[in-house]
């Protein structure tokens, strides 16, 4: 009974470090998705694919975050030396931004075409395309990295 606890509590802790770290990356998302075309105005369909800086710069935002919050409230120290975590934490943290990427390509180019306006608040198809990305690749990370890294 004890373990399944401790399991259940693990997982709440995981989605509230993944939720704070998705705040983050969706935060920086937005902040850089607004400026960054500014600066470089192929940002928003750079040869068919949108916003990669933005989405570059903002996943390695949330990816730093939930290493620390991981490491912080999660899950406890592995088998692995602190830099060979990080290390594995980091390459997981990659393929998981290519995904996170190709993911947010397809719900912006073939799903999300309107806004969605909830009378309080309008979602822009980037923002909901960021947003169904992170929760997709969040279910994948939280297995691989409970038993790859902290295990």
Not at 66 to 87: A, D, L, P, Q
Not at 101 to 114: E, S
């Amino acid at each position: 009974m004890k373990k399944l606890l401790l399991k259940q509590k693990q997982v709440l802790f995981f989605v509230i470090a993944g939720g704070l770290s998705a705040v983050l990356e969706i935060g920086f998302f937005k902040l850089f998705s607004v400026y960054i075309p500014k600066i470089f105005s192929g940002e928003p369909d750079f040869h068919g694919i949108h916003f990669p800086l933005s989405n570059i710069f903002s996943t390695s935002c949330g990816i730093i975050s939930n290493y620390f919050f991981s490491i912080w409230f999660v899950f406890e120290r592995g088998k692995h030396s602190k830099k060979r975590e990080f290390t594995y934490f980091i390459g997981i943290s990659i393929v998981s931004t290519v995904m996170s990427l190709t993911f947010f390509q397809v719900f912006f180019n073939g799903v999300f075409k309107d806004n969605l306006d909830l009378g309080f608040f309008v979602f822009s198809p980037e923002m909901m395309s960021k947003i169904s990305a992170i929760v997709l690749v969040s279910i994948l990370n939280y297995s691989v990295k409970k038993r790859w890294i902290f295990n």
